[in-house]
């Protein structure tokens, strides 16, 4: 038995299959729960793979974490405040171009993440071939290809987040260049973001958002939200109603 | 401004097929969405149906379907891809 419990974040795009995914994880004993403040729901619930237990939190799908609606908002602040030790980007097999969006922006977040490319059963019908050995090694984490509808690739996939848990996966998450212009400015604030926030936070990430004159992203830095604050332990404060 | 040549998503009609040229928003974070949401320059976008009342249309996009009101639409400049 292990002592810790370790949280995987699904993401991904809407409709790319994330609460079949939980609920064929958690075998749907979630608990659902409103954060509040926020209109948005998410769910939770756990998942017991090799001895080690799983705290699952189903996000909500959002094709970017940039745009500031509270989903996004939702989403970006569970990464960026919660840590948790995995994430797990759902994609959809047939619409990948769309789906990586967001996976790179994730990718720019947090070096634990997972991609999982889900209704594989779908591309298959549309002839679509997907090398996911390709993928991974260009996005530099690991790709699992799933359908979660049938239960195909979860093992897996588990496999996977209990290796990358547990510390046995080393990633190298592609990171994207921007002009010259934009490295300048992140190459001068990166020592004062590293010196303001300590190791705890993705500086790169941090002076990227500033640079782009992310208000929302300042407002949440300045204020954490309560119900996100780690030592708090987000389970007391989500108001879920646990219905195992 | 986007050069003349190009006409607006916005004054597209149901069927009509589209490829952007310019996303050219004054707001950085409505630009921001509307890339996020797949309308990014060289994409094509297929004209759906107009809600009844007008706005907004629905445009297929990057393989899904993504509602757009005419205040979003009339900032993605593009022209319009004829069959032969
Ligand atoms: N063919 C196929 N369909 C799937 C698969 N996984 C999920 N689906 C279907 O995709 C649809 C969306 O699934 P959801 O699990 O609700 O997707 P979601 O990502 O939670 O959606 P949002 O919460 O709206 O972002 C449902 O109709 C599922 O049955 C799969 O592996 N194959
Ligand atoms: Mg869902």
Redesign the pocket.
């Known amino acids: 038995m292990t002592d810790r419990t370790y949280t995987v974040a699904l993401m991904?795009?809407?409709?790319?299959?994330?609460?079949?995914?939980?609920n064929v994880l958690t075998g749907l004993r979630q608990h659902t729960g409103n954060w509040p403040g926020k209109t948005v729901t998410h769910a939770e619930g756990e998942c017991r793979h090799r001895g080690a237990l799983y705290r699952i939190v189903?996000l909500?799908?959002t094709y970017s974490l940039y745009s500031n609606s509270a989903d996004e908002e939702v989403a970006r602040d569970f990464l960026l405040f919660q840590r948790p030790d995995v994430t797990v980007v759902?994609v959809d097999a047939t619409a990948l171009e769309r789906n990586l969006n967001l996976a790179l922006q994730v990718l720019e977040m947090t070096d634990r993440v997972i991609v999982a490319i889900?209704?594989?059963?779908?591309a298959k019908k549309k002839g679509i071939h997907i090398n996911t050995k390709k993928l991974a090694a260009k996005l530099g984490v690991p790709v699992v290809p799933?359908?979660?509808?049938?239960r195909?690739g979860i093992d897996a996939l588990l496999d996977t987040v209990d290796a990358m848990a547990h510390g046995r996966i080393h990633t190298t998450p592609l990171s994207i260049r921007y002009s010259p212009e934009i490295e300048r400015g992140i190459a001068k604030l990166l020592p004062l973001v590293k010196e303001l926030m300590g190791d705890t936070h993705p500086a790169r990430w941090i002076a990227l958002r500033l640079l782009d004159g992310d208000a929302s992203l300042l407002q949440a830095l300045k204020q954490p939200p309560q119900r996100l604050i780690k030592e708090g332990n987000a389970y007391a404060c989500c108001g879920s109603v646990k219905s195992v | 401004m986007a050069p003349a040549k190009y006409c607006r998503l916005s004054d597209t009609k149901p069927g009509d097929r589209f490829r952007i040229e310019k996303v050219d928003v004054p707001d950085p974070v409505l630009k921001r969405r509307l890339l996020d949401l797949g309308f990014v320059p060289g994409g094509e976008v297929k004209v759906g149906q107009r809600s009844p009342l007008g706005d907004p249309t629905a445009y297929r996009v990057c393989g899904t379907t993504i509602a757009l009101r005419k205040e979003e639409s009339d900032y993605i400049y593009g022209e319009k891809i004829h069959h032969d």
Not at chain 1, 12 to 19: A, D, E, H, L, R
Request: glycine share 12%; hydrophobic share 25%.
């Open positions: 991904g795009n809407p409709n790319t299959g994330k609460s079949t995914l939980f189903d909500p799908g759902v889900n209704l594989m059963d779908e799933i359908s979660a509808r049938n195909e």
